[in-house]
């Protein structure tokens, strides 16, 4: 199955910036999609982005373009989320996750069938 760690969470101030990592381990996800998601109090978990594994393709929500990079280095089996400019609605609790579609980037959570355990972002105005 594998597991997901996220780490690099943290509370910074309204226009900072913080590198998420997801360290992969117990198998490969180099031929897996791997996706960002972020859930806040009271509200559904949401896509903020994603990457192919086989064209390194992203996808980002509207409300981060712009501002958040993903990229994945295969290599040390590790992905990341650059997030730049951060808002206080960008406050929320950042899952790492991989869906086994090697071409498609899914949007909903339920195609993601491994998570990691979630990193704190707080983001003060």
Do not use: H
């Amino acid at each position: 199955q594998g597991q997901l760690v996220e780490s690099g969470g943290g509370l910074v101030q309204a226009g900072g910036s913080l590198r998420l990592s997801c360290a992969a381990s117990g198998r490969t996800f180099s031929d897996y999609t791997m996706g960002w998601f972020r859930q806040a109090p009271g509200k559904e978990r949401e896509m903020v982005a994603a990457i192919l594994s086989t064209t390194g393709s992203t996808r980002y929500a509207d409300s981060v373009k712009g501002r958040f990079t993903i990229s994945r280095d295969n290599a040390k089996n590790t992905v990341y989320l650059q997030m730049n400019s951060l808002e206080a609605e960008d406050t929320a609790v950042y899952y790492c996750a991989a869906s086994p579609d090697r071409y498609y980037m899914p949007s909903s959570p339920t195609s993601y069938k491994v998570w990691g355990q979630g990193t704190q972002v707080t983001v003060a105005s």
